[in-house]
């Protein structure tokens, strides 16, 4: 399986040339990414990304008994991109309360993606059973933000300082989650056949731009000015390496229910 996985992996490499031109009109494009964070198309672009990803978690889940990984799993993925949906739709408002709000939903959304990954990877890959306390970690664990944020809020935090650290603490959660999930997926799609291979390898490359994303962004709050036109290219493909292993799955799974129908 490790041939196979290296054989899709080798032939997305070979397309380095178009994706270094694609890059380079992106980024240079003034109209579709500026160099200040601002309401754009990439904007529309996200959020037709990740609610239609949702979509797709909803039509995949029809046929879960095709892939047996247990329940829990695909609540998390329907929760990863509920609440990166709600992120998203913090870019629509000039709202400062909001835009430090929308930092915990992508905190979940972290969280829930990588916990996602890591349970299909114990359950398929390590063969090992999810306990009933293990499997609800992950939500104790988004549960801290919202209640540290809060305590933050009425012990009289400035709402730009409470952007700030919610930002930074999204930043620090995508790159952990993110590296996670590269070797969950890496592991997954070298014991995967079929499709399979493919929506691993797709959720890799997602997180991989999550990383890179989520790691200028951390640069920058700490004092290196990082265009934002790069940021937002990056947290685009992630958008989009997103959809297509979502796309992937669904479609694959509607189509061995149908042969094994």
Same mark, same amino acid.
């Given at each position: 399986?490790?041939?196979?996985?290296?054989?899709?992996?080798?032939?997305?490499?070979?397309?380095?040339?178009?994706?270094?031109?694609?890059?380079?009109?992106?980024?240079?494009?003034?109209?579709?990414?500026?160099?200040?964070?601002?309401?754009?198309?990439?904007?529309?672009?996200?959020?037709?990304?990740?609610?239609?990803?949702?979509?797709?978690?909803?039509?995949?889940?029809?046929?879960?008994?095709?892939?047996?990984?247990?329940?829990?799993?695909?609540?998390?993925?329907?929760?990863?991109?509920?609440?990166?949906?709600?992120?998203?739709?913090?870019?629509?408002?000039?709202?400062?309360?909001?835009?430090?709000?929308?930092?915990?939903?992508?905190?979940?959304?972290?969280?829930?993606?990588?916990?996602?990954?890591?349970?299909?990877?114990?359950?398929?890959?390590?063969?090992?059973?999810?306990?009933?306390?293990?499997?609800?970690?992950?939500?104790?664990?988004?549960?801290?933000?919202? *209640? +540290?944020? /809060?305590?933050?809020? #009425?012990? %009289?935090?400035?709402?730009?300082?409470?952007?700030? =650290?919610?930002?930074? &603490?999204?930043?620090?959660?995508?790159?952990?989650?993110?590296?996670?999930?590269?070797?969950?997926?890496?592991?997954?799609?070298?014991?995967?056949?079929?499709?399979?291979?493919?929506?691993?390898?797709?959720?890799?490359?997602?997180? *991989? +731009?999550? /990383?890179?994303?989520? #790691?200028? %962004?951390?640069?920058?709050?700490?004092?290196?000015? =990082?265009?934002?036109? &790069?940021?937002?290219?990056?947290?685009?493909?992630?958008?989009?390496?997103?959809?297509?292993?979502?796309?992937?799955?669904?479609?694959?799974?509607?189509?061995?229910?149908?042969?094994?129908?």
């Amino acid at each position: 399986m490790n041939e196979c996985y290296i054989k899709s992996f080798i032939y997305l490499k070979t397309n380095i040339f178009g994706w270094i031109v694609i890059v380079i009109i992106m980024v240079n494009s003034s109209y579709f990414y500026g160099f200040e964070e601002t309401l754009g198309p990439h904007v529309i672009l996200s959020n037709l990304f990740w609610w239609t990803s949702l979509v797709l978690v909803i039509a995949a889940y029809k046929n879960r008994r095709i892939w047996n990984v247990g329940e829990m799993p695909w609540a998390y993925l329907f929760m990863t991109f509920l609440f990166f949906g709600i992120r998203e739709l913090g870019h629509l408002t000039q709202s400062p309360m909001i835009g430090s709000i929308r930092y915990v939903f992508g905190i979940f959304s972290a969280i829930f993606m990588t916990s996602a990954l890591i349970f299909i990877y114990m359950k398929t890959y390590k063969r090992k059973t999810i306990s009933k306390n293990m499997s609800f970690i992950p939500l104790v664990l988004a549960l801290i933000f919202p *209640i +540290f944020f /809060i305590y933050l809020y #009425f012990s %009289g935090t400035q709402t730009e300082n409470l952007k700030n =650290i919610f930002s930074n &603490i999204e930043n620090i959660l995508w790159i952990i989650g993110g590296s996670i999930t590269v070797y969950t997926t890496y592991m997954l799609g070298t014991k995967s056949t079929g499709g399979f291979v493919n929506v691993f390898m797709f959720f890799q490359f997602a997180a *991989i +731009f999550a /990383i890179l994303w989520k #790691f200028l %962004g951390f640069i920058g709050s700490l004092g290196c000015p =990082i265009p934002y036109s &790069i940021r937002e290219f990056l947290e685009t493909m992630f958008g989009v390496f997103a959809i297509i292993s979502m796309y992937v799955l669904e479609r694959m799974l509607r189509n061995l229910s149908k042969y094994i129908s």
